[in-house]
């Protein structure tokens, strides 16, 4: 199994400001996910990070809003910028592991923009 | 698009009762994955089905794939109160890992 971390946990922050999420996986991996929970809703596919090239973006998502980097295969970062209380969700990262397809979830951080 | 849905939406049950979770996806996909999620906690796995009729079983948990009909279902035998949660199924293909989730089923066991 895939062991990941989150920092921050959480954040309280204020409207117009960016905050960087950042995503630690402790083995190597292809791909990372980005997901986007809203308050009381279900999980969205917010990017894919791959090292070594660009994210790829879902629909309604884009780079200057939710810039990432994937400096290496084990790393990522999510920057929410220019916020506001919208952005308001969880936001969790996500990697498939090398057994059965199994995809495994971090702890999520928890942001709440006012 | 590939639409994923979950019926019921919200379920309330009595502890002891069997009860089953419906997951309905719109178009072909090659797996399909339950997570359990517990407020303010992240996601759990719980199965990962990958074959037309495949069925795991956890505990009190089941879980069966369909993929002629698009449709998976978790089955909860005997609730218990533990079992409370909101329970989302996820479909995928192979060759692009990303997932689309369902829409979750919050489920409460009443003692």
């Known amino acids: 199994s895939a062991v990941i971390s989150q920092k921050p946990s959480r954040d309280i922050c204020q409207r117009g400001t960016s905050l960087t999420i950042q995503c630690q996986v402790d083995s190597q991996v292809t791909m990372m996910f980005w997901y986007r929970q809203q308050p009381g809703q279900s999980l969205t596919l917010i990017a894919t990070?791959?090292?070594?090239?660009?994210?790829?973006?879902e629909s309604g998502f884009v780079i200057d809003k939710f810039p990432i980097s994937r400096p290496n295969l084990t790393f990522s970062t999510l920057t929410v910028s220019n916020m506001s209380p919208e952005d308001s969700s969880i936001y969790l990262c996500?990697?498939?592991?090398?057994?059965?397809?199994?995809?495994?979830f971090g702890p999520g951080t928890r942001l709440t923009v006012t | 698009e590939l639409k994923v849905e979950q019926n019921p939406l919200f379920l309330s049950m009595q502890e002891g009762k069997n009860y089953t979770i419906y997951c309905n996806y719109s178009?072909?996909?090659?797996?399909l994955y339950w997570y359990r999620q517990d407020p303010g906690k992240s996601l759990e796995s719980l199965f990962v089905l990958l074959s037309n009729g495949a069925v795991k079983q956890e505990g009190r948990l089941m879980a069966s794939l369909d993929t002629k009909a698009r449709l998976s279902t978790l089955h909860i035998t005997a609730a218990v109160h533990d079992l409370s949660a909101t329970y989302f199924c996820?479909?995928?293909?192979?060759?692009?890992?990303?997932?689309?989730f369902g829409t979750g089923t919050r489920l409460t066991i009443i003692p």
């Open positions: 996500s990697v498939e592991g090398d057994i059965n397809y199994e995809q495994y």
């Open positions: 996820a479909v995928g293909n192979f060759g692009n890992e990303k997932l689309t």
């Open positions: 178009t072909t996909s090659d797996r």
């Open positions: 990070a791959n090292q070594g090239s660009e994210a790829t973006y």
